[in-house]
Structure formats: structure tokens, C-alpha cells
Nanobody
Framework: QVQLEESGGGSVPAGGSLKLSCRAS????????MAWFRQTPGKEREEVAS????????YADSVKGRFNISKKPNDRDTLLLQMSSLKPEDSAMYYC??????????????????WGQGTQVTVST
């Protein structure tokens, strides 16, 4: 059984930083694409960033230059998201996701097969 467990969320003032982590377990296949999404109440889930097995990354325009997606060194099962210069509009529930397929620009949540339960990020003014 595949499980994705996020951690690292919390509350920070605007301009602050947070680092999210997602540990994947029970996955028996290669992992062409792993990603972070976020969602606020009443809105669709938004893709924040993705990374493929070669380390190629894709970012949403809203987070380019502020967020960095990576995998933990020597541990391809752990996905990271370093968030800097946080803004109140970054406040959301953040989810990690894993796909059987390769990353695609604009593919959205339909590309992904497994999801974590989410970790809350709140950025105050």
C-alpha cells in the first residue's frame, strides 16, 4: 500500500520560510514524477512544482524564484519543498503527489495516482 506522509507545515510571518517534506513508502514502481500541490477552501487544487526522476523541475509562475523542489540527498523516497519569501497568498493546504507517468506541464492533478493527507501552511501579514 502506497503511503505519502507530509510534514513541515506551520505558521510564519510574511517573508519567512518553511520546508515541507513528504516521505513515500510502499511504492513498488519507478517514480517518474513527484509534485507538490496546494489548495484553499473553495478553489481547485493548484500544482506548485514537480520533479521527475532525472531531477528536471517545473514550477508554477506564482512561486518561481521563491520555492525549490528537490529530493532528499541519498533518499529518492523523500520529496522536499523549500519555500522562501512567503506571502499571505501562499497560505493553503499543501499536498504531495506521485505519478506513474512522466511530468507534464499543465497536466494538473489528473496525472497523479497517489496523494498525501496534506500539511497546512499559514502565512500572516
Amino acid at each position: 500500500q502506497v503511503q505519502l506522509e507530509e510534514s513541515g507545515g506551520g505558521s510564519v510571518p510574511a517573508g519567512g520560510s518553511l520546508k515541507l517534506s513528504c516521505r513515500a513508502s510502499g511504492y513498488r514502481y519507478s517514480r517518474p514524477c513527484m509534485a507538490w500541490f496546494r489548495q484553499t477552501p473553495g478553489k481547485e487544487r493548484e500544482e506548485v512544482a514537480s520533479i521527475d526522476s532525472d531531477g528536471v523541475t517545473i514550477y508554477a509562475d506564482s512561486v518561481k524564484g521563491r520555492f525549490n523542489i528537490s529530493k532528499k540527498p541519498n533518499d529518492r523516497d523523500t520529496l522536499l519543498l523549500q519555500m522562501s519569501s512567503l506571502k499571505p497568498e501562499d497560505s493553503a493546504m499543501y499536498y504531495c503527489a506521485v505519478s506513474h507517468k512522466y511530468c507534464e506541464v499543465g497536466a494538473g492533478q489528473d496525472l497523479y495516482n497517489y496523494w498525501g493527507q496534506g500539511t497546512q501552511v499559514t502565512v500572516s501579514t
